[in-house]
């Protein structure tokens, strides 16, 4: 099993992003979708997370600026980030739940202020 992460980058402040987190298998009926994100010298933190069902729910920082979602035919979760801030500056890793625990390899976002 992989998951592939995309789409990060450098961006200005106010500006947005789409990541892009590709599994090799199919997600259907995996309940546990979600994005984290690490700072240099800070613990990794959860950003957003979206169930089988579409629930979602968010940290604190980020509500109302990021939108999580998954397209199951395209085995896909997305991260939608708008209205970013420097204190995003991050590394931010998909990771799902199908037995055990599976990470992505990081993608870089750098939000120049």
Not at 28 to 42: C, D, E, N, V
Not at 60 to 66: A, H, L, Y
């Amino acid at each position: 099993v992989q998951l592939q992460a995309s789409g990060g980058g450098l961006v200005q402040a106010g500006g947005s992003l789409r990541l892009s987190c590709a599994a090799s298998v199919s997600i259907f009926s995996i309940m546990a979708l979600r994005w984290y994100r690490q700072a240099p010298g800070k613990q990794r933190e959860l950003v957003a997370a979206v169930t089988s069902g579409g629930a979602t729910n968010y940290g604190d920082s980020v509500k109302g600026r990021f939108t999580i979602s998954r397209d199951n035919a395209k085995n896909t979760a997305y991260l939608q980030m708008n209205s970013l801030k420097p204190e995003d500056t991050a590394v931010y890793y998909c990771y799902m739940y199908w037995g055990r625990d599976y990470w992505g390899q990081g993608t870089q976002v750098t939000v120049s202020s």
